[in-house]
């Protein structure tokens, strides 16, 4: 069974400082990478996507991904409360347009002012 | 930006009846999707929708699921009998292409 692993947290950081996410994955035909952010009863939200090795940085964001580990992770760089949430790694075996996600169960961000 | 909208956000339900939720995915978007979410667990692929039909679907959408695009703007997920295992959030997505997965508010589902 293709599974996405996640530590569930709680992570909390204290406002300003760098929060790691980590995700791991099993099926090595994965092709595209995606971070979403979910609030308490809310939709996921896409933050990042990433599709070949290394890093890929937008704004306060950066996904890195390494294939031949099997491992992605986010960094969100001088944190805010407002990045209070739960963070979901998902995986696409295709890399075209049929988004058949696995996510993963999610980290808790807690961002302490 | 644009969203996907769907309708009724909650949803109460005895078992054994059955449901239709719905969803207006992004006018112009060509795939469809229905996600689900138990409370406290993973994110759940259920179905994709391309061109007027399946193009995957996951172990859990069996014979009791289906989907429908009855007009040129809405998507539907019935759900035939429903069980209490059926409760969840229910999130309906679009995309157009390979570009970014749009997912709606949800439908929360009560089966009691």
């Known amino acids: 069974q293709k599974e996405v692993e996640q530590n569930s947290g709680p992570l909390s950081v204290p406002e300003g400082a760098i929060a790691s996410l980590n995700c791991t994955y099993s099926d090595r035909g994965s092709q595209s990478f995606f971070w979403y952010r979910q609030y308490s009863g809310k939709s996921p939200e896409l933050i990042m996507s990433i599709y070949s090795n290394g890093d890929k940085e937008d704004g306060r964001f950066t996904a890195q991904l390494n294939k031949a580990s099997q491992y992605v992770s986010l960094l969100i760089r001088d944190s805010q409360p407002s990045d209070s949430a739960t963070y979901l790694c998902?995986?696409?075996?295709?890399?075209?347009?049929?988004?058949?996600?696995?996510f993963g169960k999610g980290t808790l961000l807690t961002v302490n002012p | 930006e644009p969203e996907v909208t769907q309708t009724p956000s909650h949803q109460v339900t005895q078992m054994g009846q059955e449901v239709i939720l719905r969803c207006v995915p992004i006018s112009n978007h060509l795939y469809f999707y229905w996600y689900r979410q138990i409370l406290g667990q993973k994110v759940e692929f259920l179905v994709s929708?391309?061109?007027?039909?399946?193009?995957?679907k996951s172990e859990i959408f069996d014979d009791q699921f289906s989907v429908e695009r009855p007009d040129g703007s809405n998507f539907t997920l019935k759900i035939r009998s429903t069980k209490l295992e059926d409760s969840a959030m229910y999130f309906c997505?679009?995309?157009?292409?390979?570009?970014?997965?749009?997912f709606g508010s949800g439908t929360q589902l009560s089966v009691l």
């Open positions: 929708f391309y061109n007027n039909e399946i193009s995957e």
């Open positions: 997505a679009s995309s157009e292409g390979a570009q970014k997965l749009f």
């Open positions: 998902a995986v696409n075996r295709s890399g075209g347009s049929n988004y058949k996600l696995t």
